[in-house]
């Protein structure tokens, strides 16, 4: 069964006449009367039957040109939603790592949906580290990704904020009046530090073994909310990049001294895959935006993401 058959069917069915039907479709009568006979033969049935100089339908008839109709109905939804999507609209799914959801993601994407051609995006969000949010945009779960450094050849990447790494502190802590300290410093305190399975987790621990620091790290935790509220009860200070997420009066932030550590954030999407129009304007946006925002890269800078290199 074709659906050529199907629209043929349903033309017969509605003018219930095969020389006006195949006028109507542009073929000849006899390809229309082929093209019933064959799908009359597939189906088991004789949807057909003569009455005087054109045709009804049979019982069997009646209730194919039901879900004819129905699959006809379907296809011209589809097809009306597809060309919706390419002029314009449609969904864009977006992963991201918890410190860009206080302002860095709501602020672009608002940017981004009040330009004249976003007016009918709509946008799904998804909040993870960066190796769950990778594998879903492996698996075509989300368009584009925002997270650490992705290695591989099956990424495209695009560095889009950089992030001063900073020691942070509780109030009440021995070092809370200092504006910056050493990182060798950190070997002296608790630490409240990462995952050790989640990108900054690895990462950190790269820094700690560059810098021969045997860090007293006595909780793990999944984002930045929870390292701040810890230190907040004086648990223990952390490594971090300095994001919105530590403008809370119960910490001090403090600068590393003698070198500038840097935490990149990259927005990543699948190489070689199809995205719809609106996912292809919203990866320019965003690299637009980096490229406005960001200073050159520093060669005093250490990347983080570069130590274990």
């Known amino acids: 069964m074709t659906f050529n058959q199907i629209q043929y069917f349903q033309k017969v069915a509605r003018l219930e006449n095969y020389h006006q039907a195949a006028e109507e479709l542009y073929i000849s009568q006899p390809s229309l009367s082929r093209?019933?006979?064959?799908?009359?033969?597939?189906?088991?049935?004789?949807?057909?039957?003569?009455?005087?100089?054109?045709?009804?339908?049979?019982?069997?008839?009646?209730?194919?040109?039901?879900?004819?109709?129905?699959?006809?109905?379907?296809?011209?939804?589809?097809?009306?939603?597809?060309?919706?999507?390419?002029?314009?609209?449609?969904?864009?799914?977006?992963?991201y790592v918890f410190p860009l959801a206080g302002h860095y993601i709501p602020h672009k994407v608002k940017k981004f949906?009040?330009?004249?051609?976003?007016?009918?995006?709509?946008?799904?969000?998804?909040?993870?580290?960066?190796?769950?949010?990778?594998?879903?945009?492996k698996m075509g779960e989300l368009d584009v990704g925002f997270g650490g450094c992705m290695e591989g050849d099956e990424f495209e990447t695009f560095p889009v904020?950089?992030?001063?790494?900073?020691?942070?502190?509780?109030?009440?802590?021995?070092?809370?009046?200092?504006?910056s300290i050493s990182v060798?410093?950190?070997?002296?305190?608790?630490?409240?530090?990462?995952?050790?399975?989640?990108?900054?987790?690895?990462?950190?621990?790269?820094?700690?073994k560059k810098y021969n620091i045997k860090p007293d790290i006595i909780v793990e935790c999944p984002d930045e909310y929870n390292i701040v509220a810890?230190?907040?009860?004086?648990?223990?200070?952390?490594?971090l990049p300095k994001t919105d997420i530590l403008d809370d009066e119960g910490i001090v932030i403090h600068s590393i001294e003698d070198v500038e550590i840097v935490h990149q954030i990259f927005m990543f999407w699948m190489k070689n895959r199809y995205h719809l129009p609106a996912v292809e304007r919203f990866i320019q946006y965003m690299k637009q935006q980096a490229q406005e925002e960001n200073d050159s890269k520093n060669a005093l800078k250490i990347y983080l993401k570069d130590i274990f290199n």
């Not at 379907?74 to 597809?82: F, G, H, V």
């Not at 060798?184 to 700690?208: A, K, V």
């Not at 810890?230 to 490594?239: M, P, Q, R, S, Y």
Request: glycine share 8%; with cysteine.
């Open 161 to 179: 904020v950089d992030q001063e790494m900073v020691i942070i502190t509780p109030k009440e802590h021995p070092l809370s009046e200092r504006k």
């Open 184 to 208: 060798t410093e950190l070997g002296n305190y608790p630490i409240i530090g990462y995952d050790r399975d989640s990108w900054m987790g690895t990462h950190s621990q790269f820094f700690y």
């Open 35 to 95: 093209a019933i006979a064959s799908l009359e033969t597939e189906l088991g049935v004789f949807l057909f039957e003569k009455k005087g100089r054109g045709v009804v339908l049979t019982k069997a008839g009646r209730l194919f040109l039901e879900y004819a109709e129905r699959i006809l109905a379907e296809c011209d939804a589809a097809t009306a939603k597809m060309q919706e999507l390419a002029t314009g609209s449609g969904k864009i799914d977006i992963g």
């Open 113 to 137: 949906l009040e330009l004249p051609e976003n007016k009918k995006v709509v946008f799904n969000f998804f909040q993870n580290h960066t190796s769950a949010i990778s594998k879903k945009v």
């Open 230 to 239: 810890l230190v907040k009860e004086n648990f223990g200070i952390a490594f």
